[in-house]
């Protein structure tokens, strides 16, 4: 079993409705990211967090939020998806007691039509 | 503003080596990653530089320059399965990752 996983790994949805993502992780590390992917570019930051009381907005926080809703589990939600939203979706973990390596999972593709 | 610049793609022969290079202009420096990512895939770490000078680990090494802002990440006897992209990311001043776009490599028979 993978020590990051995502849920779900594909998603297609219409411009306007909800989506959650879901990441958990068994590494038992306190910090988690959520990173989107786009073809071309590098991945950008959406948020982070350092542990289950701080929250954190990267690069590109604009029409995302999270919940930390324990050291394992961090969600992703698009309160009303466009489609400029499509992309490739990670979360990923990293020990604060190591160099900052990160963990990933393997991403959930998600399409706004 | 910070900017991570690397090739957008390269092509080498198997059993060859290739070097693939990274400049960087970020604000502070905490560290250099190399990863491997493969089409569709999740990237997965292959080499940190924190210090001027070069990491080996099998066929792959990594070099830095922190006066030059620069990196490379060097693969020798080249196999097909490393037919992947390899990301730049530079660790600023903040701890915040900056990620290169990334070099897509395609080894040819």
């Known amino acids: 079993d993978a020590d990051v996983t995502q849920t779900p790994r594909n998603r297609i949805t219409k411009t306007g409705k909800r989506i959650m993502l879901e990441c958990s992780q068994t590494k038992g590390h306190d910090r988690m990211y959520w990173y989107r992917q786009d073809p071309g570019l590098g991945l950008r930051l959406i948020y982070y967090s350092f542990d289950v009381k701080d929250i954190n907005k990267g690069e590109i926080s604009d029409g995302y939020s999270v919940s930390r809703q324990a050291q394992a589990k961090f969600s992703l939600s698009l309160e009303s998806a466009i489609p400029n939203q499509t992309a490739l979706y990670f979360c990923?973990?990293?020990?604060?007691?190591?160099?900052?390596?990160?963990?990933f999972g393997e991403g959930s593709r998600l399409t706004v039509l | 503003g910070q900017n991570i610049d690397q090739p957008t793609e390269m092509t080498a022969t198997e059993g060859a080596i290739v070097q693939i290079n990274c400049t960087y202009q970020t604000s502070g420096f905490n560290g250099l990653f190399w990863y491997q990512q493969h089409a569709g895939e999740a990237p997965t770490f292959l080499s940190y530089?924190?210090l001027d000078g070069l990491e080996e680990k099998g066929r792959f090494s990594s070099f830095l320059s922190r006066s030059k802002g620069y990196s490379y990440l060097l693969l020798k006897e080249l196999q097909m399965k490393d037919s992947a992209s390899y990301l730049c990311a530079v660790m600023d001043s903040n701890y915040q990752l900056i990620w290169g776009a990334g070099t897509k490599l395609i080894i040819k028979p």
């Open positions: 990923a973990t990293s020990d604060s007691t190591d160099t900052g390596e990160l963990f």
């Open positions: 530089n924190v």
